[in-house]
Structure formats: C-alpha cells, structure tokens
C-alpha cells in the first residue's frame, strides 16, 4: 500500500518534471497521460528545482557582467524555452488577430512574426535588467521565487478555463481540478514561510498573482475560446518578470 501511494506521488511528479523541463525522467512516465493530468499540483514545485539551479549557478566565481547572463538564460535553456515560445506565440496571435479562429492559426503558425520577436527581446532585456538591478541579499531569494511564482500562475489559469481539444496538450485537457490547485498553492505556501524575511511580500504576491492570472484566463478565453500552453508560457513569462520587479526596492 506505501509502495503504491508513493508511486501514485511521485508519477505526477517526474510528469511535471518532464513536462516542463529538459531534465531526464525514466521511460514511463512519458506515457502516463493519467498522471501529466495531475502534474500542475507539482508545478510550483519544479519551479522551486528551476530556482535552486539558477541559484547554484549565481555562486560560481564569473564576472558580474557573465553571471547575470548566465542567471538570465539557465531558465530559459532548462525548460527547453517552452515558456518564451508560448510568449512569442501569444503576442503574435493575440496582437495580429482579429478573430478566435485567426488568433489561433497565426498561435499554430511555426513562423515567430514581428510582435513575437519584439515580445522575446523584452522578455530577455528585462530579465537581464531586473536581475541586474536586484543584485544583493535579495538575489537568492527572487531567483527562486520567480519560477515557482510563474508556474503558481499557469495552475490557476488552468484550473479556471480548460484547454482546446487540440494540441499536444490534449492528454490534459481537463482543467487540474481544485485538490491539484490547493496542492500547488501549497508548495508556494511552503516556500513563502519557509523564506525569511520575504515571506510577507512572497504570500501576498501569491494572492495578488492568482487574481492576476484570474484575469489572463477570462482573457485568454474571451480572445481565443480556451486556454492555450502558448498563452500559458506567456503568463509564466509575465509573471517571472513582475516577480523581479517586485524585488526591486526590497531591502534588508
């Protein structure tokens, strides 16, 4: 029976894992399509391994001017830059549509157009920027919190407006449901206490992104008809960044 509730953990787990990052997970788990649609309960939690490793690599001794290159591309190359295609796909669909239908095809569309690119060339300016900014005792704890705050996001989109039935999201069309979501506010829980002396500004940026992300769904579903895994690497991206920025004039 432990064996088993284990299993029935840790398959949602390595799911979220490889679904969301290039970190290698055994065979089976691919094939697991029961289990990819209760991963978002650990999403939080991959962004907290995403954290830890952009950590790691902020204490190796580079240059400044290195290293926060470095800080800024980890993310992007551990998650294989699924989340900033999302963004570049969102921004050119949502931007250059007219209607749901052509919104969506253009989202299809292999091609990164003019809005897509400027949307990826913000994205990386900022973050180097921001993280460029931040800089001191607060680095550690934003480096973290900025990935487990953006996936805390894409669960609560997800748990609001389902996904369409195409794609290759398919396999998790079915909205997380309210138990996955409560375990994914969890983690983000967990790490907010857990972080001292941020754990005031990391709650109430919890709440104030889920109201955020609340509010990309309604959007989402009034501009496409259904949730979309471009629109939500958009909003991880979005809210990667104004996690950065909400460290910004944070000082002890």
Known sequence: MLKTYLMSVLRPFLSAVSFLTVIPVPAFVHRDRESLATAP??????????GLAVVIVSSLPLPPALMVLLLAAVPFVLTRGMHADGLADTADGLLGGRTPEDRTRIMHEPQVGSFGTLAIAFDVVARVALITAIGGRNATAV??????????????????????????????????????????????????????????????????????????????????????????????????????????????
Not at 184 to 191: E, G, P, S, T
């Open 41 to 50: 309960a650990f999403y939080p939690l991959v962004g907290i391994i995403i």
């Open 143 to 252: 480096l973290i919190a900025s990935p487990v705050l953006g996936r805390w996001a894409m669960v609560v989109a997800m748990s609001l407006v389902p996904y369409g039935s195409e794609g290759k999201l398919k396999a998790a069309a079915s909205r997380p449901g309210w138990r996955n979501a409560a375990i994914a506010l969890a983690w983000v829980v967990i790490f907010s206490v857990w972080n001292r002396p941020y754990s005031d500004i990391l709650l109430l940026a919890t709440l104030g992104i889920a109201a955020l992300a609340a509010l990309w769904a309604l959007l989402i579903r009034k501009m496409l008809g259904h949730m979309s895994g471009d629109a939500l690497g958009a909003l991880n991206e979005m809210v990667e960044l104004l996690t950065f920025a909400l460290f910004l004039d944070w000082n002890y």
